[in-house]
């Protein structure tokens, strides 16, 4: 996995235990966001990073946000990747980016903690490789390693 998707891994879940954050923001940094260079790789990795951390039980969607909690993490990144802002106007995608919040579970503070990176001091630190470990066997635990990155599918209701 490239550093600069391990680096933003970290900072996006350093964030996730520190506020709560919409689907736009979640990597927000890694290659100019939807609006740099490279839109449609900064969605599938979103997308892939958004997925992955629900499967893995390390986000959540926030409590108040009842329609979205009600979907498994297949059918939410399958309507993400439909309502891609950088497939054309967000305001035609029902702003799903902008109004579907993310919030770091228990687990994950555990986790954070554990490294000691709960704090802003350490968003945007430099990679914690041990942290990083310990994230990538969470992730082949749940079926969804980095290794997986381009076989990741999010059809049916699983």
């Not at 990073?49 to 939410?76: C, D, G, T, W």
């Not at 305001?91 to 579907?100: A, P, Q, R, S, V």
């Amino acid at each position: 996995m490239p550093p600069e998707i391990l680096q933003a891994y970290q900072d996006s879940l350093i964030y996730a235990c520190l506020d709560d954050f919409a689907a736009l923001s979640a990597m927000h940094g890694l290659y100019g966001g939807q609006d740099g260079t490279r839109g449609n790789e900064w969605v599938r990795t979103t997308v892939n990073f958004i997925y992955r951390n629900l499967k893995a039980k390390l986000i959540e969607v926030v409590p108040q946000q009842h329609q979205f909690r009600k979907m498994s993490p297949n059918k939410l990144c399958e309507n993400l990747i439909r309502s891609s802002p950088v497939e054309g106007d967000l305001g035609k995608n029902d702003h799903m980016w902008e109004t579907l919040f993310f919030k770091g579970t228990a687990a994950l503070e555990v986790m954070v903690t554990k490294y000691q990176l709960l704090d802003w001091k350490y968003f945007r630190s430099p990679i914690h490789p041990e942290f990083l470990a310990e994230l990538s066997r969470l992730y082949e635990q749940y079926g969804v390693g980095f290794e997986k990155d381009q076989s990741l599918h999010y059809g049916g209701a699983n």
